[in-house]
C-alpha cells in the first residue's frame, strides 16, 4: 500500500487489523428486535443471545467471540499526529476484539477527502468527525442512520434519559430522517468567551467577579474604557480567530447571526414561529455599530479582523493587550505563555445583550459519525448491526466514552474514593497537570476528537480545571437557556436553489459587516445601500423560501 505524506494532501490508508479479517457479508445469527430497548440492560438474551456471536447493551461491553476489522477514517490533528502504536487502539480491541482498518487524512484536508470518497462510492464503513452531512444526503452513498438507531442502547438510553428528542430535529433532512451519529452531551459547554488580564481590570477600578453577572455589552465597554485609562495602552483588546468568535457569542446577545455562526443569516422568531433575515435589520445595525465604537474608541485593535491567532496571542503574552477571545483550553495554555509576572488570567461569562443574557452554547449536539452504505452493502443486515452495537459501546456507552476520553484505568488514570478519575500525575492533558512530561492525546492517542465526544456531565465535568468547573457554573448561574432555531429540511432541489442565492449574499454581508466595524463604510449615510443590495442579492427570497420550507415541514417537527 502506497504511503503518501500528509503534504500531498492524499489519503494515507493504515491497516490497524491484528492480523485478521472479519466483516465478512455471512450472516450470522437472527435479526435483533426493532424494540428501541432492544438489548436493553442486561443485554442479549435467550434465543438471541444463544444466535449472536458477540455480546451488547447497556451495562455491558460490546465484544465479539471472533476478531472483527470494521474500516474508518481517521482525521489525523497535527497536534497530535497519529501513531500506530497509541495505547488507544490495543485497548479498544483488548476490550471488543475489534480493530480498524484506517484511512489517515490530514486534518486540514480531512472535508475535501471525506467528500471524494463519499461520492465516489469507495468511503470507509464508519466516518466519524463530522460536523455537516447535509450535502451527502442526495448521493445516497450515506446510511439513513435514525432508521438504525433502535439497535443502539446506549445511545437510545441518552436520547431518552437526556431528553434529546428536540436536539435531534436540528438534524432532521426533508425526508424525516437524519444521517448522522451526534455527540450527546447531557449539558451545554461553556464555548468561548473573553479571557482579560484580571489584575489590569482590578487595577484600574473594575470590580470583575462582582459585575460579570449582570454586565452587558455596553457594561463591558465601560470597563475597558477604565483599562484603557489607566494603562495608557494603545488598543485594549486585539482578538484571535480573526474575530469569528467575538462576533458569534456577541450576535446571539444582539439577535443577529456573525463570525463563526454567520450561516444563512435566518433567525428563528419561537412567538411568531417564523424566520427573518436578521442582517438587515436594526438589531444588526446596533450590532455594527458596537463593535465600530470600540474601533473609533481605541478599544479594539482593527487588525483583530486581518492578523494571524499567533500575532494576537504575542500582544497579549507581552502585555500589550489586555482582552482576547478563546475558550478554556486556550485558557490553559496562554497561562504557560505569559510574559508578564504575576499575570493574573481570568475568563469572564459572555456579557448579554439586547436580548437578554443568554447562554451561548445552546445544542447539546457535537459532530458525530456518518455511516457509508458500504457497510450496510457489504456486511448485510445482521453483521451491520453488530457494527452498530460496537460504534453504540464505543461512541455511546459511560464505559466506551470513558476509555477514549481517559484510557486505561490504573495505566493513565485512576479513581478516588468517590469514583472521581485522576489523571495520572505524570500524564498532562486540557490544562491538567500541566508540568507532567507526558501528554494523554500525543503519547497514548486518548482524548482525541475522532472519539472523545459526548457523555453525561459528570464525563463532561471529569476533564475540567477547577477553573473551567468554575467557569461553566457562572454560566448556568448568571445566563438564561434559549431555544433551538428548528432545521430547514430543504429537498435537495430546494438546497441547490437556496444555497445558489446564500452564498453570494452572505458573502457581501460578510464583507460590509468588516467594513462597517472598521469604518470603511459609514454605517449611517450607508445603510440604505447596504440593505437594498442586501435585498439585490436575494435575502427576502431566501427567507421567504425557508419560511415556505418550514411551514410544510412544521409538523414532522413538532412545531
Known sequence: MNRMTKATGVILAVSMAAGLTACSGNDNGNNASSSPSAGASAGASGTEAAALDYTFGEGQTFHANSPVTYSMMFSDNEGYPYKKDWRLWSAITEKTNVSFDLTVVARAEYENQKSLLVNSGDAPFIIPKTYEESAYVAGGQIVPISDWVQYMPNYMKAVKEWNMEDDLKIKMQADGKYYVL?????????????????????????DVTGQEGNWT???????????????????????????????????????????????????????????????????FKVYVTYFNKLIKDGILDPESFTQDDDTAQAKFFKGDTFVINGN???????????????????????????????????????????????ALKKLGKDKFIEMLRFVDWLWYSDEGQTLSLWGVEGETYTKDASGA????????????????????????GFGGGVFAYGGSKALKMSKMTDGEKDYNDRILKYREPRKLNPPIMATPDESEEMNLISKPLMDYVKTMTLKFITGQENIESGWSNYVAQAEANGSTRYTKMANDIFAKTKSTLGY
Open 182 to 206: 451526534p455527540g450527546l452531551w447531557e449539558v451545554a459547554g461553556g464555548g468561548y468567551s473573553f479571557i482579560i488580564r484580571k489584575d489590569v481590570f482590578e487595577a484600574a477600578g473594575v
Open 217 to 283: 455589552y455596553e457594561d463591558f465597554y465601560e470597563a475597558m474604557k477604565k483599562v484603557k485609562a489607566h494603562t495608557g495602552a494603545k488598543y485594549v483588546m486585539s482578538d484571535r480567530f480573526k474575530g469569528d468568535a467575538t462576533l458569534n457569542i456577541a450576535a446571539v446577545q444582539y439577535g443577529v447571526t456573525g463570525g463563526w455562526g454567520l450561516s444563512n443569516g435566518l433567525v428563528f422568531d419561537h412567538d411568531k414561529q417564523e424566520f427573518s433575515f436578521a442582517e438587515t435589520t436594526d438589531n
Open 328 to 374: 478554556y483550553q486556550n485558557l490553559a495554555d496562554m497561562k504557560a505563555k505569559m510574559q508578564v509576572p504575576n499575570a493574573d488570567l481570568y475568563m469572564i461569562v459572555q456579557p448579554g445583550g439586547p436580548k437578554g443574557k443568554l447562554q451561548i452554547e445552546a445544542s447539546r449536539l457535537e459532530n458525530g459519525v456518518m455511516i457509508s452504505q458500504n
Open 421 to 444: 478519575i485522576k489523571l495520572n500525575p505524570d500524564i498532562t492533558y486540557n490544562g491538567l497537570n500541566p508540568t507532567a512530561t507526558k501528554k494523554l492525546n500525543v503519547d497514548y
